[in-house]
């Protein structure tokens, strides 16, 4: 069984600090790959070196709404250009964040915009945070894929039904977390129940979000199983057939990725 954490923060300091250690017990758990996330463009050196140095993580590069307001500057051409390396195969973390607004959502909008302008010029896929912003998240989508090619992932997947509908319905994925396994959570697990199984990715978001039974501590790869299982039972399979299909979705979609043997 080969699982992939779709999305985790390796370069964040309670990870990094113990990397080897953490990417040996995800090894242990039956996490083949890890995809580490870029969130400014300042930190994407860190971010891009650890994927470098472990053939197993793979990275993405890209702003994250919260960072949106010191980064008015970036253009679609300069995150192309950080996209040429081999082991970076996303863009994002990108997307609306109307919960906090920690930058003006007139900014995070036009700095989503530049990343969908790079995900289509690159060929790459976009890895979308949405929270509180579902109307402005599919009006943006469903004009994104309008003007041409584009596709993505719904990262952390915590929204209402019409979001992941629109999503689906446009070609993107969506990603489970830890939130999953969540007791007030019931709303999330009717939607992964009507999941195809094709579109679904599952993720940590390490080192938060981590799930039951660990809720509370800091979150790893090695964890997703629990993610992992929880979907399986939501979706009445075995939790081999999910890590199989979750799998198969994540190479599908970030198609620039290399399967390391363990995970072919």
């Known amino acids: 069984m080969i699982l992939v954490d779709s999305h985790c923060h390796l370069d964040y300091n309670s990870l990094s600090d113990n990397l080897e250690a953490v990417l040996k017990r995800a090894s242990t758990q039956g996490v083949g790959v890890a995809l580490t996330i870029g969130t400014t463009l300042a930190g994407f050196e860190r971010v891009r070196t650890i994927a470098e140095q472990n053939e197993t993580v793979f990275c993405s590069v890209g702003v994250h709404p919260h960072e949106a307001a010191g980064a008015a500057e970036v253009t679609p051409e300069r995150l192309v250009e ?56 599919v009006a943006m989508l469903r004009q994104a894929v309008a003007d041409g090619a584009v596709t993505g992932v719904l990262h952390c997947f915590s929204s209402g039904r019409a979001l992941a ?27 992964v129940r009507d999941l195809p199984l094709d579109r679904i990715l599952v993720e940590t978001d390490a080192p938060y ?23 399986a ?14 799998t198969d979705n994540f190479f599908r979609l970030f198609a620039k990725a290399v399967r390391p043997p363990a995970a072919a």
């Open 82 to 137: 950080l996209t040429r390396h081999p082991k970076v195969i996303g863009i994002g973390e990108t997307g609306l964040d109307f919960h906090y607004d920690y930058s003006p959502r007139a900014v995070q909008k036009t700095v989503f915009e530049v990343h969908i302008a790079a995900a289509r010029e690159s060929g790459l896929p976009l890895i979308i945070h949405s929270r509180e912003a579902d109307a402005d998240m």
């Open 165 to 191: 509908e629109a999503a689906l319905e446009l070609g993107f994925y969506v990603s489970i977390s830890g939130i999953v396994t969540f007791k007030a959570a019931d709303d999330l697990r009717a939607i």
């Open 209 to 231: 979000l981590a799930p039951v039974p660990h809720r509370g501590r800091p979150n790893e790869p090695a964890l997703i199983v629990h993610t992992a299982q929880k979907v």
């Open 233 to 246: 039972e939501i979706k009445g399979i075995g939790l081999v057939t999910l890590a199989a299909a979750t």
